[in-house]
């Protein structure tokens, strides 16, 4: 059983910067995909950075420039280092765990969440 868990949350002001953190449990982190979502109070969850097996990385259009995903697989984390924070960026952000099969992408495992406020 993998467990996912994030920190780094908090409450930062418009222009600031962040880092999460997904650290996971379990021997197959090195072999899944790893995602961060989001989610805002009365919306849908949504993608916000996702970084393949082979390294490659994905952003939503959002948060392009400003967001980076990355991974330690010697420390079993995930990061998401977040700059020039808006107040849009508020929400909960999930770290999740998947694998690609058929060119479709298959979550597995889910953190609890971490909340992201920032003032304007």
Not at 35 to 62: D, M
Not at 91 to 111: E, K, L, M, Q, R
């Amino acid at each position: 059983q993998v467990q996912l868990v994030e920190s780094g949350g908090g409450l930062v002001q418009a222009g600031g910067s962040l880092r999460l953190s997904c650290a996971a449990s379990g021997s197959i982190f090195s072999f899944n995909a790893m995602r961060w979502y989001r989610q805002a109070p009365g919306k849908k969850r949504e993608l916000v950075a996702a970084l393949t097996r082979g390294g490659n990385t994905k952003y939503a259009e959002s948060v392009k420039g400003r967001f980076t995903i990355s991974r330690d697989n010697a420390k079993n984390t995930v990061y998401l280092q977040m700059n020039s924070l808006k107040p849009e960026d508020t929400a909960v952000y999930y770290c999740n765990s998947g694998y690609y099969t058929g060119g479709s992408y298959i979550p597995d495992y889910w953190g609890q969440g971490t909340q992201v406020t920032v003032s304007s």
